[in-house]
């Protein structure tokens, strides 16, 4: 998986972003209760986001290696990540 798509993905769930040695995104739901956050670094030059990354990636996010892949192939987003973690009634 590439680490532009990975980010592209994370960012369908409009997270708060937090720069500095780390990529963190915090994600909210609409009424503002903490559902998930996630970060990643890697080394200048590096394009790919291996497995087991990806694994983590979607532990701290609390959701499935497969809902991870859709959402960064596009086929899931903020909507289905409320409902996954249980936030969709959140006046959203």
């Given at each position: ?23 963190v995104?915090r994600?909210l739901c ?18 790919e986001v ?12 609390h959701?499935d290696?497969?809902?991870?892949r859709d959402?960064?192939g596009?086929?899931?987003?903020y909507d289905e990540?409320?409902?996954?973690r ?7």
């Amino acid at each position: 998986m590439k680490i532009r798509d990975v980010d592209t993905g994370i960012k369908k769930l409009n997270p708060l972003p937090k720069e500095g040695d780390h990529k963190v995104y915090r994600v909210l739901c609409p009424v503002g209760h903490y559902i998930g956050q996630t970060h990643h670094s890697h080394k200048p030059g590096t394009t790919e986001v291996g497995p087991a990354l990806v694994g983590a990636m979607a532990t701290q996010l609390h959701i499935d290696r497969t809902f991870f892949r859709d959402m960064v192939g596009c086929t899931k987003g903020y909507d289905e990540y409320l409902a996954m973690r249980g936030h969709d009634a959140c006046g959203h």
